[in-house]
Each structure stands twice: as C-alpha cells, then as structure tokens.
C-alpha cells in the first residue's frame, strides 16, 4: 500500500529528465538569444565606426574656421542612402555643427567625450520612443591650437529590436514546447526503463511460504539490477532455508515431545484402570517425576538454543582454567568410567576469557558424549592448548566405533543422532552438541568433529580475549 504523499520512482526520474532538459534547453536559448544580439551589435558598431572615421577624417582636413563651417555639406553628403543613421558634430567652442534631423543624442553621452572619457556605444530611446545604439569620439581638427571637437554617430534600432521580441517569442516557446516533450518522452522511457522492476514486482508476489525455493529470473535483467536480484535471491535462499531449519525442528521437537508424554499418558491411564496401593502409587508418581524432569531439561536446552539463534545470550567474562574444569568434570564422570573400564586424562593447560558456567557446561556436553559412546575398556583424553596466541583449544578424544563423515556435519543439529547404536536412552534427547557450539560462537569461538581409526575427536576453540584494564574486566561481568 503506497501512501498518497509518497511519490513514485517514475514521477521523480521524469521531474528529474524534464528539469535537466529545461535547464539545458533554458541555457541553449539564452546562448542563442545572446549571441543573435551580440550579431546586431558587430554590425552596428561596424557601420558606426566607419561613419565615425569618415567623420573624423573629414574633421582633420579642417585647416581654417571657413573650412569648418563648410564641414556640414560634405558630411550631409555622405550621408546619402543612409537613412537610420544620425549624426552629431560639436565644435570645439561647444556649437553645433552639424546634426542629421533625429539627431537627439543623450547628454551624457556627449559629456564623457568633453571629458575625455573613452568611448563604448550606447543604447537609448529618443523622444519619439525609437531606440539607438550611438557612439561619441573626440576628434582633432586641422586648426592647430584649438581643443578637439566631438562627433556623435548613432543608427536606428527598430527593426532589430522587433526581430529580437519575435525571436524570443520564438525560441522561448519552443523551448517550452520541448520541455514539455522531453518530460512525455522521459515518462516513457522510464516507464520502459523500469519495466525489469515490475518483472521482479510480479515474480515476488508469487513467492510464498510453499514456494520459497522459486527464484527471480536474472537472464533478463539490466546490470544495473543484477545486484538487486542477486541480493534478493540471496535473502529467499536464506528464508528457504531459516524456514526449513523450523520446520525440521517442530517436526524434531514433536517427535522427541511425543514419546515421554505419551509415556506418561499411558502409565496414568493404566494407573487409574484399577485402584492401586499407595506404594504403587508413588513407584508410578516417581517414573512420572524422572519422566518430567527429562521434559524440563529438553524444554531449557531448546530455550537456551532458541536465545543463542537471537544473539539473546550475553555470557560473563571471567578467568576460566580450562584444566581444572576439566579435570573436575573427569573427576565427576569417574563413577561411570570405572564401570566401564574406561581410561581417563587431562593433559595442558589453558586460561581464557568467558562465561565459566557456560564453558564448564560446554566441556561437560563434550565429555559426558565421549564417556557414553565409549566401548568397555576404551579410553577419554582432554588435551589443552593454548600456543596459539589468539585462542585456547581444547580437544576430547574417546576410543570407539567411526564416525561416517557425512554424519559429522550433521552431530550439531538439534536432536540428530547417527543411529540406534549410538543413542542414549537415559539423558539427553540429542541437544548437547547444538548446545556446545551455541556456547563456543557466543565466545566468538567454534567447534569442529573428526573421527578416523577408531579415534573420534571434538576441539572446542575459545578466544583469549583479555580485557586491558581492570575496569574493563569489571565492565564485562
């Protein structure tokens, strides 16, 4: 559902493409406008100053004050055919010598000459409201010791001025009309353009929980979404397989559930069939209770697993000797090991950074597997390492039955056992390995399994990861 102040990726790529042309197609009419303009004034300032120069010239052949009072007849002479030009001469007493009949040139123009002010053409309206572009010059006589006189050339600007207004008029709406264009023609290009996103719109929708193993096609998709694609073929393969890792374990968890509660359901029933001694009654309340307890501990393994899947589980930091956990756990698991004629052994030693009722339950996972599945006679050994300058390992090792490889992988999911020969009926319902390697990555550590030659071997890594002061220790508990 799109909210309706949201605007959509084809509205902002069309603005976008019909904001860009406008401003290109804004900035090319100026140019143009600019430079027809700057055209006129070349070819005004041409005529201008060769009518000033002729001017001028004849200025400088002036040698008596007769000469230039006859000035005025060879100027109108050459003036002949040239109706929009105006021409001004003030003589060097300041009187007018000769003027064309709109000669109406602005003061100041004339002024910057007296004052010597260099010349630069300018534009003005005259008192009929037609506009001029002139030009003013001093300009010496032939009559020595007299100052310079002015003369004042000017054109008609009329027709160049109508034809800018009907230019511009011109250019501006057709850079209107292209504006326009550009943005209908950008609306459906992006529309074209963005065709592979609705593809993909349309192939997502069809996605759900029964076909999640579908993918988006990425044959026809553009580079530039490849990576989208990718990533998104990524993210269902990753749901796919998050949701069948659930699925494996509600069906696990079912199963493991079913027997222990069906035990239960039918000793009570049975129970109750007939009446019963009050001894009968309590051997039957006893099972129930061992019954309940194995249900309690499956119930807090799957939470602690389920808190570790979340990243929920914070553990304490705090020395840990790895070989006097070890070697107390060996001590705890001697009764059974003597039983059964097994050899027990703790050899290194090792201190890390952890959690140490967590590290301990960890070593205790690895040790009671590797007591349980050893044969009469066989032997457990714990071998610490700590050489390597980043992380402490730990190694259990029991004599016994190969372990297939295709099976190694598999020991650390939830409730997966090899077969019946390895099976625990007592404790445990397949948890304590899932349950180690949750313990090790919360440690930013691992766990890896090997067996070969009758040698089956688990190596617990845990990082050092000492604080660097006291008060970080203390911060980190």
């Keep these: 559902m799109r909210l309706s102040g949201q605007k959509s990726i084809t509205f902002r790529l069309t603005l976008l493409f019909a904001s860009a042309s406008t401003a290109v197609l804004l900035l ?17 300032m041409e005529v201008l100053s060769g009518k000033l120069e002729l001017a001028r010239h004849a200025l400088e052949k002036v040698h008596s004050k007769r000469d230039l009072d006859s000035i005025s007849q060879q100027l109108d002479d050459s003036l002949i055919g040239h109706h929009a030009l105006e021409v001004l001469v003030v003589g060097p007493d300041g009187k007018t010598l000769f003027a064309t009949r709109e000669a109406d040139f602005p003061q100041a123009l004339l002024d910057r000459q007296i004052l010597g002010i260099p010349a630069r053409p300018t534009v003005w309206k005259s008192k009929q409201g037609k506009p001029f572009r002139g030009l003013a010059a001093r300009t010496q006589t ?44 950008g609306w459906a290009a992006v ?46 393969a990753r749901l796919e397989n998050s949701f069948q890792r659930l699925s494996d374990f509600s069906s696990d968890l079912a199963h493991e559930l079913r027997t222990p509660v069906s035990n239960l359901l039918t000793q009570t029933q049975v129970t109750l069939s007939k009446a019963r001694t009050g001894e009968e009654y309590h051997d039957v309340l006893a099972s129930n209770v061992e019954e309940f307890e194995r249900l309690s501990r499956m119930i807090a393994d ?19 000797d790895l070989a006097v956990e070890a070697e ?3 001590e705890y698991y001697g009764v059974l ?12 030693s090792g201190v890390v950074w952890g959690d140490r009722l967590m590290i301990r339950r960890a070593i205790s996972n690895l040790i009671s597997n590797a007591v349980r599945h050893t044969p009469h006679g066989g032997r ?18 029991n004599t016994g039955d190969t372990i297939p490889a295709e099976h190694m992988e ?41 067996s070969s030659h009758g040698i089956t071997a688990f190596e617990l890594t845990v990082p050092f990861g000492p604080p660097k002061s006291a008060e970080q220790a203390n911060g980190m508990k």
């Design 142 to 185: 032939g009559i020595s010791g007299i100052p310079p006189a002015v003369v004042a050339v000017a054109t008609d600007i009329s027709h160049h001025e109508h034809f800018m207004s009907s230019f511009r008029i011109t250019l501006w709406s057709v850079v209107i009309l292209a504006a326009l264009l550009t943005g209908v023609l």
């Design 28 to 44: 090319l009419g100026f140019l143009i406008g600019r430079s027809v303009e700057q055209h006129f004034e070349e070819q005004d």
């Design 302 to 320: 799957m939470l602690f697993l389920a808190k570790s899947e979340n990243d929920l589980i914070v553990p304490n930091r705090e020395p840990v």
């Design 191 to 236: 529309r074209r353009g963005l065709a592979p996103l609705q593809a993909i719109k349309r192939e997502a929708a069809g996605i759900t929980a029964n076909r999640l193993s579908a993918r988006l096609p990425t044959d026809s998709i553009p580079t530039e979404l490849a990576d989208l694609t990718e990533t998104l073929n990524q993210m269902l």
């Design 410 to 450: 598999r020991l650390f999911d939830r409730f997966y056992r090899v077969d019946t020969s390895r099976q625990y009926l007592g404790e445990g319902a397949g948890l304590g390995l899932a349950i180690t390697r949750s313990i090790a990555r919360a440690h930013g550590g691992e766990i890896l399994g090997r």
């Design 380 to 397: 457990v050994a714990v071998r610490i390492d700590d050489s390597d300058r980043k992380v402490a390992k730990l190694v259990v090792e």
């Design 337 to 348: 090991a003597d039983e059964k004629h097994i050899e027990l052994g703790c050899l290194g």
């Design 328 to 330: 107390g756990l060996l």
